[in-house]
T-cell receptor
Framework: SQQGEEDPQALSIQEGENATMNCSYK?????LQWYRQNSGRGLVHLILIRSNEREKHSGRLRVTLDTSKKSSSLLITASRAADTASYFCATVFQGAQKLVFGQGTRLTINP | ETGVTQTPRHLVMGMTNKKSLKCEQH?????MYWYKQSAKKPLELMFVYNFKEQTENNSVPSRFSPECPNSSHLFLHLHTLQPEDSALYLC????????????FGNGTRLTVT
């Protein structure tokens, strides 16, 4: 399977703590994207990182990409209850025109 | 508001019914997608339209029939569905191909009885 795999599958932390989610993939990519999905809603795009980039920031979000290890991580700092959601990585593999999603990490922020 | 509107939000249909899902995007994007999201499975890409032309059919059964009359509207016509087709059906759009971020609608929750 080409899809990315998120780790952990579920994560529960206290409000204010940092949350780190990881994504691994198997073949070379054009870009990797992170999305958030609140229960029963559509996915919301968070960050896109290209294969020649190593790190990107957006507010409290920090994404890193290590193409040598074929992995990416999403860090959410100073978590809030509203960050409770499922987080998905999605990859566009070189030579493909499809965005392939992983199974996601279910993040719960406890007040 | 995401800029991508899907109707209906919920749909219950019998296996012999015919129904259609509708998606409209107000973002001026050129590409539109149908995804299926089932419990405990990754999102499955079903169809891709780029400038109204279908560019991807991910081995979807013929009981699902897409239609893209223009770059702002996308339909998914359903007929003779099976209970295992029950899922959340998500529409998305992007400026170009998948090298651009996708903007999703809130989906249609489909239950086949």
């Amino acid at each position: 399977s080409q899809q990315g795999e998120e780790d952990p599958q579920a994560l529960s932390i206290q409000e204010g703590e940092n949350a780190t989610m990881n994504c691994s993939y198997k073949t070379s990519i054009n870009n990797l994207q992170w999305y958030r999905q609140n229960s029963g809603r559509g996915l919301v795009h968070l960050i896109l990182i290209r294969s020649n980039e190593r790190e990107k920031h957006s507010g409290r979000l920090r994404v890193t990409l290590d193409t040598s290890k074929k992995s990416s991580s999403l860090l959410i700092t100073a978590s809030r209850a509203a960050d409770t959601a499922s987080y998905f990585c999605a990859t566009v593999f070189q030579g493909a025109q499809k965005l392939v999603f992983g199974q996601g990490t279910r993040l719960t922020i406890n007040p | 508001e995401t800029g991508v509107t899907q109707t209906p939000r919920h749909l219950v249909m019998g296996m012999t019914n015919k129904k259609s899902l509708k998606c409209e995007q107000h973002l001026g994007h050129n590409a539109m997608y149908w995804y299926k999201q089932s419990a405990k499975k990754p999102l499955e890409l079903m169809f891709v339209y780029n400038f109204k032309e279908q560019t991807e059919n991910n081995s979807v059964p013929s009981r699902f029939s897409p239609e893209c009359p223009n770059s702002s509207h996308l339909f998914l016509h359903l007929h003779t569905l099976q209970p295992e087709d029950s899922a959340l059906y998500l529409c998305a759009s992007s400026q170009e191909t998948v090298l651009s971020p996708l903007h999703f609608g809130n989906g249609t929750r489909l239950t086949v009885t």
